[in-house]
Nanobody, 115 residues
Framework: QVQLVESGGGLVQAGGSLRLSCAAS????????MGWYRQAPGKQRELVAT???????NYADSVKGRFTIFRDNIKNTVYLQMNNLKPEDTAVYYC?????????WGQGTQVTVSS
């Protein structure tokens, strides 16, 4: 069983930065894929970034060059560093992990970017 707990969301002005954290409990290995997704009001959940074996994978085009995903395997934590935030980044951000064919989700953390 895996539990994911996100933190680090909040209210920030456009151009500001936030760092989201996702702490995983249970059996998570460095080779397990983890990722960040987001869901804005009235929209579908969308991929933000993924990471596997310490190597960042996909980034959504809208966040490339502004967001960075990385993980600390000793702490079993994956991070999302978000710079130059824009109002359109406002959403609930979710962490997920793929383990033995099962996808686990965290409860989400709200990010609000004011203009």
């Amino acid at each position: 069983q895996v539990q994911l707990v996100e933190s680090g969301g909040g209210l920030v002005q456009a151009g500001g930065s936030l760092r989201l954290s996702c702490a995983a409990s249970g059996t998570i290995f460095s080779h397990n894929a983890m990722g960040w997704y987001r869901q804005a009001p009235g929209k579908q959940r969308e991929l933000v970034a993924t990471i596997t074996s310490g190597v960042a994978g996909n980034y959504a085009d809208s966040v490339k060059g502004r967001f960075t995903i990385f993980r600390d395997n000793i702490k079993n934590t994956v991070y999302l560093q978000m710079n130059n935030l824009k109002p359109e980044d406002t959403a609930v951000y979710y962490c997920n992990a793929l383990l033995r064919g099962t996808i686990y989700w965290g409860q989400g953390t709200q990010v609000t970017v004011s203009s």
